[in-house]
């Protein structure tokens, strides 16, 4: 056991911020699902109100991150470094935002229908998700045996941003040899660009988690 986790039985628990990473991770949750959805399907009244579901979702979890900032600023005691709360917090909401930006993508570029490159990159996004909503259910709980689940779970997290990574260069060099026009290759490049932004907002998450959990330990 280390000197910190040894001080960790001495310190009073501050367990209200917990919560407030709960709602953070089922509102990017819910919204990956919807954004894989919109990936699939052409219809454009779907397009339309699975846009604004996402968009609710998006503005939702801004405001459970000025309510945590309010918390954390008016708290001595807090779970870990308050630096790293912060961080995390942070970091969560960008993700949020990274999916709302895809679902604003895909309205404003559309293109007749989807493929299996951007599919599977919407479905890695969604499966992050997931993951991330497991880790931050036990977040409370990440010095005790459900840190090693945790770690594993952060890893698949990573494992999957390196798929996306060479998903996106093998898309991008093969846009080109395509029978598509230009706009529809500008369109198609906006969004996966996008696309691996999102997956890359989802690793740092998970290795920001992976430091907390370093340093609990």
Same mark, same amino acid.
């Given at each position: 056991?280390?000197?910190?986790?040894?001080?960790?039985?001495?310190?009073?628990? =501050?367990?209200?911020?917990?919560?407030?990473?709960?709602?953070?991770?089922?509102?990017?949750?819910?919204?990956?699902?919807?954004?894989?959805?919109?990936?699939?399907?052409?219809?454009? !009244?779907?397009?339309?109100?699975?846009?604004?579901?996402?968009? @609710?979702?998006?503005?939702?979890?801004?405001?459970?991150? =000025? =309510?945590?900032? @309010?918390?954390?600023?008016?708290?001595?005691?807090?779970?870990?470094?308050?630096?790293?709360?912060? #961080?995390?917090?942070?970091?969560?909401?960008?993700?949020? !935002?990274?999916?709302?930006?895809?679902?604003?993508? +895909?309205?404003?570029?559309?293109?007749?229908?989807?493929?299996?490159?951007?599919? @599977?990159?919407? =479905?890695?996004?969604?499966?992050?998700?997931?993951?991330?909503?497991?880790?931050?259910?036990?977040?409370?709980?990440? @010095?005790?045996?459900?840190?090693? $689940?945790?770690?594993?779970?952060?890893? #698949?997290?990573?494992?999957? #941003?390196? !798929?996306?990574? $060479?998903? %996106?260069?093998? %898309?991008?060099?093969? *846009?080109?040899?395509?029978? %598509?026009? *230009?706009? #529809?290759?500008?369109?198609?490049?906006?969004?996966?660009?996008?696309?691996?932004?999102?997956?890359?907002?989802?690793? %740092?998450?998970?290795?920001? +988690?992976?430091?907390?959990?370093?340093?609990?330990?």
């Amino acid at each position: 056991m280390s000197l910190n986790s040894f001080f960790q039985f001495f310190v009073p628990k =501050e367990n209200r911020f917990y919560p407030f990473y709960t709602q953070q991770a089922e509102a990017i949750n819910s919204a990956s699902k919807l954004l894989h959805e919109m990936v699939i399907v052409t219809d454009s !009244d779907r397009l339309d109100a699975l846009r604004k579901e996402v968009k @609710t979702f998006e503005k939702a979890g801004d405001e459970v991150l =000025e =309510e945590f900032y @309010t918390q954390l600023n008016s708290s001595v005691l807090t779970p870990f470094v308050r630096e790293d709360m912060h #961080e995390l917090a942070e970091l969560m909401d960008n993700f949020l !935002d990274r999916i709302d930006d895809c679902a604003n993508i +895909i309205i404003t570029r559309r293109f007749l229908e989807t493929d299996d490159w951007l599919t @599977t990159m919407s =479905e890695n996004i969604m499966f992050s998700a997931e993951n991330l909503n497991v880790i931050i259910s036990d977040l409370q709980f990440i @010095t005790t045996g459900k840190g090693k $689940e945790i770690a594993r779970l952060c890893n #698949e997290i990573k494992t999957m #941003e390196h !798929d996306c990574d $060479e998903l %996106y260069g093998k %898309y991008i060099s093969e *846009l080109f040899t395509k029978n %598509y026009n *230009l706009v #529809e290759i500008i369109k198609r490049k906006d969004l996966v660009q996008v696309l691996e932004n999102t997956m890359n907002s989802a690793k %740092y998450i998970s290795d920001k +988690i992976r430091s907390i959990h370093a340093k609990l330990c």
